[in-house]
Antibody, heavy 114, light 109 residues
Framework: EVQLVESGGGLVQPGGSLRLSCAAS????????MSWVRQAPGKGLEWVAN????????HYADSVKGRFTISRDNAKNSMYLQMNSLRAEDTAVYFC???????WGQGTLVTVSS | QAVVTQEPSLTVSPGGTVTLTCDSS?????????PYWFQQKPGQAPRTLIY???NKQAWTPARFSGSLLGGKAALTLSGAQPEDEAEYYC?????????FGGGTKLTVL
């Protein structure tokens, strides 16, 4: 069974940093592109970033480019999202997702507030 | 980045048929955009209904189908049930990344 479990969310002040993690199991992690997707309270889904199987290619939404960094460790079946220079508008539930066939985790809440 | 457009809201009668569409600001949606469709109910994580235009997930009810229609991606619901009332999102893939549509709130009434 495919499982994706996010962790690392919490309350952070504007301008601060946070690192999210996604632990994958139930499939061969190193042959799939992976994504981060977020959803602000009461809003729609926003694709944030994705990363190729071997980490050699990464794409970002314009809203996070230069502030967020996606990475993965295939030896640990894990993906990460390093979030710097956080703003109030980054407040959202962040989901980890496998690009192919669209498997999702349950999400982790990030709140940016003073 | 591209803008992906969906109908903000649609209403369907129980047992009826409705088609949701997904349009791209860059031109016609084709199979190379690998259209996905997601269903989200309040308080729940999204779940994938359709991937790569028309492929169904194991849990996708048979009454849902995906296609390309008139230059757009389309999700058709045939025989709507009350439990189909939800928000539906499409997702398209481009060379520089992926973009969600704004979502369609589907009411079964």
């Amino acid at each position: 069974e495919v499982q994706l479990v996010e962790s690392g969310g919490g309350l952070v002040q504007p301008g601060g940093s946070l690192r999210l993690s996604c632990a994958a199991s139930g499939f061969t992690f190193n042959i799939y592109w992976m994504s981060w997707v977020r959803q602000a309270p009461g809003k729609g889904l926003e694709w944030v970033a994705n990363i190729k199987e071997d980490g050699s290619e990464k794409h970002y939404a314009d809203s996070v480019k230069g502030r967020f960094t996606i990475s993965r460790d295939n030896a640990k079946n894990s993906m990460y999202l390093q979030m710097n220079s956080l703003r109030a508008e980054d407040t959202a539930v962040y989901f980890c997702a496998r690009d192919y066939e669209g498997y999702w985790g349950q999400g982790t809440l990030v709140t940016v507030s003073s | 980045q591209a803008v992906v457009t969906q109908e903000p809201s649609l209403t369907v009668s129980p047992g009826g048929t409705v088609t949701l569409t997904c349009d791209s600001s860059t031109g016609a949606v084709t199979s190379v955009h690998y259209p996905y469709w997601f269903q989200q109910k309040p308080g729940q994580a999204p779940r994938t209904l359709i991937y790569d235009t028309s492929n169904k997930q194991a849990w996708t009810p048979a009454r849902f189908s995906g296609s390309l229609l008139g230059g757009k991606a389309a999700l058709t619901l045939s025989g709507a049930q009350p439990e189909d009332e939800a928000e539906y999102y499409c997702l398209l893939t481009y060379s520089a990344g992926r973009v969600f549509g704004g979502g369609t709130k589907l009411t079964v009434l």
